[in-house]
């Protein structure tokens, strides 16, 4: 139910074509001095596997979220990274912005879903995962019938059957022509190969084991 005028601006800065507009899509409104949110999407989160990968290495201490402080770590790398000296004032101040904007249930830290809304809406493949993801029982089932050699993780070639599977009871949020990207992303979270079930969960299960 747009009118004339909404529906321009949805298309001029929408980029997929469900009628809506992601925050980073937004933000491209504002004033480039303004608009760190494109700066820091730009400068190291350009694809899902890049994000993964972001991700692992500042949960550093594997709780599935990220607090306050590795968040300003992460944000600190990115500019040194671009060669951007700002004040810890500021740094601070990026921080807290990005809690608020993306801190959905208000607990003062990210989960991994929530911060991946910083990727462009084409490339969080996350969105495709949410219809389906299981509660706490049915994800351990799944997680011990894929983990065939019982060793307490998941290789690429066992998260490749799970992924199936997925893909074939779920085509209308999973499509199997995009099973390499989902597989590529996923291991990306992998502790040097090994997909171990507090790292999975973080995509499939619905809940806190």
Known sequence: D???????FVDQYGKATDGKIGIVELAQILPTEENFLLFFRCQ????????MQTWRKYDSDHSGFI????????LKDLLQKAN???EDSKL?????IMLRMFDAN????????????????????LIKF????????????????????????????????????LCEKNKKEL?????????????????GGKLYRAELALILCAEEN
């Open 175 to 191: 499509d199997i022509t995009n099973l390499a990207t989902y597989k590529k992303s996923i291991m990306a979270l992998s502790d």
């Open 44 to 51: 190291q989160l350009k694809s899902s596997e890049d994000f």
């Open 92 to 96: 601070t101040e990026y921080t807290e």
């Open 67 to 74: 607090d306050s402080e590795e968040l300003k770590s992460f």
């Open 106 to 125: 208000n607990d003062g830290k990210l989960e991994l879903t929530e911060l991946a809304r910083l990727l462009p809406v084409q490339e969080n493949f």
């Open 84 to 86: 951007k000296q700002i």
């Open 2 to 8: 747009l009118t004339p005028e909404m529906k321009a």
């Open 130 to 165: 949410q219809g389906v993801k299981m509660c706490a029982k049915e994800f351990n089932k799944a997680f011990e019938m894929y983990d065939q050699d019982g060793n307490g993780y998941i290789d690429e070639n066992e998260l490749d059957a799970l992924l199936k599977d």
